[in-house]
């Protein structure tokens, strides 16, 4: 069941901006550990960056100096400012909640940049 809802996808231009925001349950918010992954077409899903409840975070390579991942505890929504958007990054974007094995995730919301 859907427990995390995403929200910002859309269409941008290459060099504009996005903030995606991931709204979860107090409860997951708290504890989990929260993520983006993106999936384009005819490639795998992968991590583009995560956030501890501590504040850690890690990037993809890909994601190092153009996107940040943050977390506003209060509100219980992870976000994602991605900057500088290339065409690569069109994909389908997923916000993921962890738990050691234990899994959650959003619906996606897609992200397209093109002109």
């Known amino acids: 069941q859907v427990q995390l809802v995403e929200s910002g996808g859309g269409l941008v231009q290459p060099g504009g901006s996005l903030r995606l925001s991931c709204a979860a349950p107090?409860?997951?918010?708290?504890?989990?550990?929260m993520g983006w992954y993106r999936q384009a077409p005819g490639k795998q899903r992968e991590l583009v960056a995560s956030?501890?409840?501590?504040?850690?975070?890690t990037y993809a390579d890909s994601a190092k100096g153009r996107f940040t991942i943050s977390r506003d505890n209060a509100k219980n929504t992870v976000n994602l400012q991605m900057n500088s958007l290339k065409p690569k990054d069109t994909a389908v974007y997923y916000c993921?909640?962890?738990?050691?094995?234990?899994?959650?995730w959003g619906q996606g919301t897609q992200v397209t940049v093109s002109s």
């Open positions: 993921n909640a962890r738990f050691f094995v234990r899994d959650l």
């Open positions: 956030i501890t409840s501590a504040g850690i975070t």
């Open positions: 107090r409860n997951i918010f708290s504890i989990y550990v």
